[in-house]
């Protein structure tokens, strides 16, 4: 297993899109972000897709476009939030590179996605408090399948020093 397939996953606002970037530099290969490419490739926001067509077609795409990262060498995806619950895909993650589960606070994804509300409209119309509760039901919901991830980076662990780190641990 090689750090050439890194996969972020976790929590909206966790920071996946962000570290994806970084971490592509570090390896030199592309940084992706999957629900940028499903917006892209059925010309439609994933609130539309959620609305107009069904979370189980959105799923059907998602996984489509996961697989696809099957023909590529090198690179850096960061998942949607529930990328992992849905269609064994956690497991073929993890057959296919190394799964990197951003473990962010409750404190810090409140805060980050408050900021965020007016592009995300999932948690638009949520309070901070409602907001809170929305993420900690989403997290209990999801922890099964984090927790499979090859490393659980916590908040303090979280930055440029332990990230390479882990890269490096898979070096070829």
Known sequence: MAAEKIFLIGMMGAGKSYWSQKMAKW??????????????????????????????????????????????????????GGTPCFNDNMEWMKKEGVVIWLDESMEVLVERLSAEKAHRPLIASYD??????????????????YQQAHYRVTSDQINETYLKKIIQKHGS
């Open 27 to 80: 390896i030199k290969s592309g940084g992706y972000d999957l629900d940028y490419l499903i917006e892209m490739n059925e010309e439609k926001t994933i609130t539309e897709l959620f609305q107009e067509d069904g979370e189980e077609y959105f799923r059907k795409v998602e996984t489509k476009l996961l697989k696809w990262f099957k023909e590529k060498k090198k690179y850096v995806l960061a998942t949607g």
């Open 128 to 145: 901070n408090e409602k907001l809170a509760a929305f993420l900690q039901n989403k997290l209990v919901e999801r922890f099964a399948f």
